[in-house]
């Protein structure tokens, strides 16, 4: 079964500074999709950025990006330029070819320092 | 376009009742998904459902069941609550038939606390 592990369960950073949340995952499919969501406190859960596996070149999103290294199964976010309204717990994800559900991480918690 | 809506939002029963959960999809979106979200377990999946059939299932006991609507909205049913049921349970749409690799598009989810 594939797995997604998130390795930091808390991490800060300070305002308008440059911060890296890990992520690795565990699948024998050539073909996938990797995601990062964030839930703010007592929030909705919403999409930062997505990676199709096929697709060589990194995912970016205005301050997002990620670091994709499909050999090493890694899939990392790097948030730019951190705002406090980037304070939230993100969700790396995982989703295979065909109808299968999404496979979450535990989640990182980040808190922004003014 | 309108996002995912879930009602209700907050929801407070006893151990022992039923309870029915509520999803609207983005509208075109014919997939909808269901997740648990604990502290303990994470984000877990529960169920989807693709014009009106369940198509994929998690590894939940058959208390926990759900439906789709011709309109895609769909309802969760969690019967005989336990303690353990409490959680946010989250629905998500997407567009693709064939579901799975397109993204999927969260409600703000549904609060159920079992006393």
């Known amino acids: 079964a594939q797995t997604v592990t998130q390795s930091q369960p808390e991490m800060s950073v300070q305002e308008a500074e440059t911060v890296t949340l890990s992520c690795t995952y565990d699948t024998s499919e050539s073909d996938y999709y990797l995601f990062w969501y964030k839930q703010p406190p007592s929030r909705q859960m919403i999409l930062v950025i997505r990676?199709?596996?096929?697709?060589?070149q990194n995912a970016t999103e205005n301050r997002f990006s990620v670091n994709f290294q499909k050999a090493a199964k890694s899939f990392s976010l790097k948030i730019s330029d951190s705002q406090l309204g980037d304070a939230a717990m993100y969700f790396c994800?995982?989703?295979?070819?065909?109808?299968?559900?999404?496979?979450f991480g535990k989640g990182t918690r980040l808190s922004v320092i003014a | 376009k309108a996002g995912v809506t879930q009602t209700p939002r907050y929801l407070i029963k006893t151990r022992g009742q039923q309870v029915t959960l509520s999803c609207s999809p983005i509208s075109g979106h014919r997939s909808v998904s269901w997740y648990q979200q604990t502290p303990g377990q994470g984000l877990q999946f529960l169920f989807e459902y693709f014009s009106e059939t369940q198509r994929n299932k998690g590894n939940f006991p058959g208390r926990f069941s759900g439906r789709q609507f011709s309109n895609s909205r769909s309802e969760m049913n969690v019967s005989t609550l336990e303690l353990g049921d409490s959680a946010l349970y989250l629905c998500?749409?997407?567009?693709?038939?064939?579901?799975?690799?397109?993204?999927?598009?969260f409600g703000p989810g549904t609060r159920l606390t079992v006393l």
């Open positions: 990676q199709e596996a096929y697709k060589q």
């Open positions: 998500a749409s997407s567009s693709f038939e064939r579901g799975g690799t397109d993204t999927q598009y």
């Open positions: 994800a995982y989703i295979g070819p065909g109808n299968t559900p999404l496979v």
